[in-house]
């Protein structure tokens, strides 16, 4: 792995003292055009694109789009009126703006270009919640440079991602864009995805930043619907929605984006705790701090602003450096600060962030995009196999009852399900550009395997909508097969942003063809496709072997069949708990233990009377947190605690013995748990605190060790500080979250 990154949290002096020389020269008004973000199209002309396109034909030359400009946007450029533009990915628009702002406006300081590229560019690879479930960091730094190659290709210099927000509420359809429920997984993925899209020697000669997302604690929107109220404690804030962005800044992410939501009724975009004094006084952090969509404009209905001058007012001074979309800084910063409302050297620290950034990242250097790159990099068949590899690792094995999988090359399938033929919805809820054409189905992953006529395919209903169900169809296809193959789930649509459910079974009547498929009685494989954890316990009753294959990429229908027929032994472990059913969200490994405890497994009212447990359900999830199957099977032995009694500066060694015991080389991804047993504020039943991805051939055995620092096995104290506290702590090296070898350690008193 190329291991040059370029990193935006160190000031340099050079760049202070070029900053120092632009910001002297710069009127107020340039200052205020630095922290505008804006689109520079206008509304889409038909005939406009036609006219185009029409040239484009005539010329014999290719054809990509130029969209009108704003009638504003040529003057603004001149006049420095805009500091970057949103979601431009055009080449030829952007050096055309890029021209303007540099050659023809007073100091020509160079736009920076941001995009949502969140799980690749035009190699799309599984959703962000998938490529977790790699457990991989590694792999995902490289999917990220990936991304960060097609997305600088294009013109673009800042990625709108990683999105890094702990989510433990499958209801809100944002969990399918980060890591997951727990912030120390979130953490290694966060610090993977920054160092992957601000590598350097890309192919364009030009740079990234990366932009963490959403600041901070979006995934606790109350019943999980997205952009809802949020209301956790500031310990919560500072131990689970925290630490990932903490570990993107270090890592040297340039940027962070403020969320929608509010953090103790303040919403993040003028919430001066998070801007101001965790990021700047805490953290020291100087990047840039850019708002969500329109998310100064929204302090309105929020409640905290009367209006757009209020609203810029307020998140200015909270600490918000550049506005996105809305025009509160664009129509009244100037008049803030004339007026004396908005002290200008605020201003000038937003922008000095602003400017220090565009240095940073190159853009005075390498201000335009070549624009012949592109065609010669996109979807180039090493980035397709990087895709291939992560929906390898992204898919997690549930269930394989009597190893029903692999399935024999000689097996007939009945394959039915409307997602088995399906491209769209393999590109999950942010693929920002949409080529369905791109993608491999089930289908065409399953013809590499079987000759056509080994197989009948049945889609046998829509996948959401009450449309034409083909019970009939599908009950005689399997009837006529050896095996049933159902390729079922959401559609990608159903997940992402502003797409929550309140309902995560399957969707529309997929649950009536599973019910008369499996009352056929025939071997039933599923592969589940979704952007989300779902709640299935009568399909996981119903399937012999389900496969989690969420929404994974362009390469999804390959890496489909390379698991099913056994090519690829599947290694992929669950980021967020699967529930029982919708009564138990939120369920979560990492829960605290109450004062009435139920048994290990959690249990039903009326085995443990008074307990915190259900009358109708036990506790634990469906599947939980860190679980996923092989094709082999491991072995856990020796847990051994080389210093069992540590002082605060010392390092808690552990090591576990892990055989694989079956006939098949597989990779396993051995997870290290503790729990503090008594704190001065109550502490988890467990936090992960290190896990390792091993491969191992059949019978090799291996001993795996894990060096854990005491200094990060603290919390959040009584007075808001971070703190290691003397005392008893159980630990655990296994497969998941629920199980593994335990032993014990304590911490000495200073
Ligand atoms: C959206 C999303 C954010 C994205 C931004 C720009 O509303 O919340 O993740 O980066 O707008 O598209």
């Not at 036609?50 to 504003?72: S, V």
């Not at 023809?104 to 998938?130: K, N, Q, W």
């Not at 990625?159 to 927000?165: C, S, Y």
């Not at 954890?533 to 489909?560: E, F, N, T």
Request: charged residues 20%.
């Amino acid at each position: 792995m190329d291991n040059h990154i370029t990193t935006y949290n160190q000031l340099n002096p050079a760049a202070e003292a070029r900053v120092d020389a632009l910001l002297a020269q710069m009127t107020l008004a340039e200052k205020v055009g630095q922290l505008v973000q804006t689109n520079p199209f206008g509304p889409f002309d038909r005939d406009h694109y036609d006219a185009q396109k029409q040239t484009a034909e005539e010329n014999g030359e290719p054809f990509e789009y130029f969209p009108k400009l704003r009638h504003d946007m040529e003057d603004l450029l001149r006049a420095g009126g805009v500091g970057s533009f949103l979601n431009v990915t055009l080449p030829k628009a952007i050096n055309h703006c890029q021209r303007l702002a540099v050659e023809e406006s007073r100091l020509g300081i160079p736009i920076m270009v941001g995009s949502d590229v969140i799980h690749g560019y035009r190699t799309i690879f599984p959703i962000p919640l998938a490529e977790a479930s790699t457990w991989n960091p590694e792999l995902l730094e490289k999917a990220s440079r990936v991304a960060a190659e097609e997305a600088s290709a294009v013109g673009v210099d800042w990625i709108f991602a990683p999105m890094v927000d702990v989510a433990r509420d499958p209801r809100w359809g944002r969990i399918a864009e980060g890591a997951g429920e727990d912030p120390f997984l979130g953490m290694a993925m966060a610090r993977a995805r920054v160092r992957g899209f601000q590598t350097t020697h890309l192919a364009s000669g030009r740079r990234i930043a990366a932009c963490p997302k959403h600041y901070v604690g979006y995934g606790a929107a109350e019943a999980g619907r997205d952009y809802n109220t949020t209301d956790f404690s500031e310990r919560t804030l500072r131990d689970v929605y925290l630490p990932p962005f903490k570990a993107a800044f270090d890592a040297g992410a340039g940027s962070v984006m403020s969320a929608f939501n509010e953090i103790s009724s303040v919403p993040a975009t003028a919430n001066p705790l998070i801007l101001r004094t965790i990021l700047r006084d805490e953290w020291q952090w100087p990047g840039v701090v850019l708002s969500d969509y329109e998310a100064v404009k929204e302090l309105i209905p929020h409640g905290l602003a009367a209006d757009l001058r209020e609203a810029a007012r307020l998140s200015l001074l909270a600490g918000l450096d550049i506005e996105m979309i809305s025009d509160g800084y664009h129509n009244h910063l100037a008049e803030l600060v004339e007026s004396g409302e908005v002290p200008l050297e605020l201003v000038d620290e937003a922008v000095r962030r602003v400017l220090r950034l565009k240095i940073a990242v190159g853009l005075f250097e390498k201000p335009y995009v070549d624009e012949s790159l592109a065609p010669k990099l996109i979807l180039r068949p090493d980035f397709r196999e990087l895709a291939l590899d992560v929906a390898h690792e992204s898919m997690v094995l549930l269930k394989n009852d009597n190893d029903l999988l692999p399935l024999s090359p000689q097996a007939r399938l009945a394959v039915i399900g409307p997602l088995a033929n399906n491209h769209k919805d393999m590109l999950g809820c942010w693929s920002l550009h949409t080529h369905p054409e791109d993608v491999e189905t089930v289908l065409e992953g399953l013809s590499v395997y079987l000759p056509d006529e080994a197989w009948t395919y049945v889609p046998a209903c829509p996948i959401r909508e009450d449309g034409p169900l083909d019970i009939a169809a599908a009950v005689a296809a399997a009837q006529d097969a050896d095996v049933v193959l159902l390729v079922l789930g959401e559609s990608a649509d159903m997940s992402g942003e502003g797409h929550s459910r309140t309902d995560l079974g399957l969707p529309g009547r997929q649950q009536e063809v599973v019910d008369a498929v499996a009352a056929t009685g025939k071997p039933i494989v599923c592969v589940l496709m979704s952007g989300r954890p779902l709640v299935i316990p009568q399909l996981a009753s119903q399937a012999d072997a389900l496969l989690c294959a969420w929404h994974a990429g362009i390469r999804a229908g390959r890496a489909v069949a390379d698991i099913l027929f056994g090519t690829v032994n599947p290694s992929g472990k669950l980021t967020a708990s699967w529930p029982r059913s919708m009564g138990q969200i939120p369920t979560y490994y990492s829960h605290k233990n109450t004062g009435r405890p139920a048994s290990e497994a959690g249990t039903k009212q009326f085995a443990e009377s008074f307990k915190s447990v259900y009358i109708d359900a036990p506790n634990s999830p469906l599947f939980p947190f860190g679980y996923g199957l092989s094709y082999t099977r491991f072995a856990y032995s020796d847990l051994h605690i080389v210093q069992p009694e540590l002082g605060l500066d010392d390092t808690l060694t552990v090591t576990a013995t892990v055989t694989n015991a079956g006939e098949r080389a597989g990779a396993e991804v051995v997870q290290l748990y503790v729990r503090d047993l008594v704190g001065s504020v109550t502490r988890p039943v467990k936090e992960l605190k290190g896990f390792q991805k091993i491969t191992l051939q059949p019978g090799e055995k291996r001993t795996v060790s894990f060096a854990v620092p005491v200094s990060e096995l603290g919390f959040t104290g009584l007075d808001m500080r971070y703190v290691v506290e003397p005392g008893d702590f159980k630990v655990w090296i296994g497969p998941d979250s629920t199980s593994g070898l335990e032993g014990s350690f304590h911490i000495k008193k200073a």
